[in-house]
């Protein structure tokens, strides 16, 4: 069974710029989870989005948001980039409609901002 | 809202020896407390995971232990190996409310 894939793996902006990260469940999964892990911060929650709709969201700016798609895959976009939002990027996938399942992590988006 | 905390942030042990990180969390309602094990340039995987009706549970050389009253959790690690080493997050869940992860453990096993 594939596990959770992320894309890209490495992603460069500049202050100011647009971030777009994606992320793709495992198959059967109808939630999608993103977490923000900075240096020394743990695993900070983002988003989380099941059956398309986003059902909670982190204490974040909204300029972080995301979607997600009828196949259940799903993108977050990080605009009006900031050099604190450097981190990696995690998304995680369970089943749905509740916050105790079991959540998969992927591989992570690491996101420098120059 | 939850806030977890998690001691201590750096653990080094020698390898057979046991390793243990505790947490405590603010939120009585908390229900569900995960641990997840991060090795080294690699994603997040559970490892075991413990409810709230529930005061042990163990899985191989690794156990989890919850004391509701105190509000605090436990992994504990016996007969640590040189691939226990890694960056230990535990978490804590309110009903449907997002984990809330403490800042992790860097757990080193010297052989």
């Known amino acids: 069974e594939a596990g959770v894939t992320q894309s890209p793996t490495h992603l460069i902006k500049t202050r100011g710029q647009q971030a777009t990260l994606r992320c793709s469940p495992i198959?059967?999964?109808?939630?999608v989870y993103w977490y923000q892990q900075a240096l020394g911060l743990g695993l900070q929650f983002l988003l989380w989005?099941?059956?398309?709709?986003?059902?909670n969201r982190g204490n974040f700016p909204p300029r972080f948001s995301g979607r997600q798609f009828p196949n259940y895959s799903s993108e977050l976009n990080v605009n009006a980039l900031e050099l604190e939002d450097s981190a990696l990027y995690l998304c995680?996938?369970?089943?749905?409609?509740?916050?105790?399942?079991?959540?998969?992590f992927g591989p992570g988006t690491r996101l420098t901002v120059l | 809202g939850e806030n977890v905390e998690q001691h201590p942030s750096t653990l080094s042990v020698q390898e057979g020896d046991s390793a243990v990180i505790k947490c405590t969390y603010s939120d009585s309602a908390s229900n569900y407390f995960p641990w997840y094990k991060q090795e080294l340039g690699k994603r997040p995987q559970l490892i075991i995971d413990i409810r709230s009706n529930v005061g042990e549970k163990k899985d191989q050389r690794i156990a989890v232990t919850l004391n509701k009253t105190a509000k605090h959790f436990s992994l504990h690690i016996t007969e640590t190996q040189p691939e226990d080493s890694a960056v230990y997050f535990c978490a804590a869940l309110t009903g449907n409310t997002p984990l809330v992860f403490g800042k992790g453990t860097r757990l080193s096993v010297i052989a």
């Open positions: 198959s059967g999964h109808t939630s």
């Open positions: 989005y099941d059956e398309g709709e986003e059902r």
């Open positions: 995680a996938s369970s089943l749905g409609g509740r916050m105790d399942n079991e959540q998969f």
